[in-house]
């Protein structure tokens, strides 16, 4: 498995639901069990980099976009979300280093 997913979660580290309801977003193809509260089979922000033929979101150029907002956790605070967005982004700051 990636260490961090296409939106620059890093899986590990980053997600409650790492080992516990998910094994992990590139390991399921973006099949991750949150996507039903959205009314989608895969992560919409998994399906957008697949859909632009990406590797991550680190190579759109648009992050942290409108998916991102719409997927954002309705449990999170402004502050929390804005810590969750400045990691993500600086995870995906290294995915572009790496390729």
């Keep these: 498995m990636s260490d961090i997913c296409v939106c620059g979660v890093h899986c590990a580290t980053h997600c409650k639901a790492y080992q516990t309801e998910c094994e992990g977003c590139i390991e399921l193809g973006g099949k991750i069990s949150w996507a039903v509260f959205y009314g989608k089979e895969y992560c919409p922000i998994y399906e957008c980099v697949m859909r632009k033929g990406l590797a991550s979101c680190a190579e ?3 992050a942290p976009c409108e998916i991102w907002k719409l997927t954002r956790n309705p449990d999170a605070s402004d502050e929390e979300f804005a810590e969750d967005i ?4 600086s995870n995906l700051a290294l995915l572009a280093k790496r390729s």
């Excluded at 400045?86 to 982004?89: E, H, S």
Aim: glycine residues 14%.
């Design 60 to 62: 759109c150029g648009l």
């Design 86 to 89: 400045a990691r993500r982004m």
